[in-house]
């Protein structure tokens, strides 16, 4: 099932989790490395990620809420989403003043076939390392 993980739980036999709102860290911040997510868009979507230095909470009625703060926000390359699995990595920059702050990511999910499944991901954040 894409876009789906299945877990044995204490509720049944199995627990599936549905990812298709979600942008999950795949790898972790560290100073001079890329760090990675995983996202579970429909083929077709265009997906624009976004990188911010620190969070908010912003709701942007029927697409979601903003968990990033805009006065901070870093749109990434935007990704047309050819199957189900997209990745979307940025690099850290070799500077010692980020270790230990945070960066937070989210992605603004838009579905040209479908406009109202329009949407944006749940929000992330990382500590770099």
Request: charged residues 10%; aromatic residues 8%.
């Amino acid at each position: 099932m894409a876009g789906k993980y299945s877990f044995p739980g204490m509720w049944g036999p199995k627990v599936l989790i549905h990812t298709r709102r979600h942008a999950l860290p795949v790898t972790t911040a560290a100073l001079g490395q890329p760090v990675s997510l995983e996202l579970w868009p429909t083929t077709g979507q265009l997906l624009v990620p976004v990188v911010a230095a620190s969070p908010s909470n912003l709701s942007l009625g029927p697409w979601g809420t903003l968990g990033l703060d805009p006065a901070t926000l870093v749109q990434l390359p935007l990704i047309f989403a050819t199957s189900c699995r997209s990745t979307v990595s940025m690099s850290i920059p070799n500077t010692s003043s980020l270790r230990g702050r945070s960066v937070y990511f989210q992605t603004f999910v838009l579905d040209p076939a479908n406009p109202a499944d329009t949407r944006l991901t749940n929000w992330t954040s990382d500590i770099i390392q």
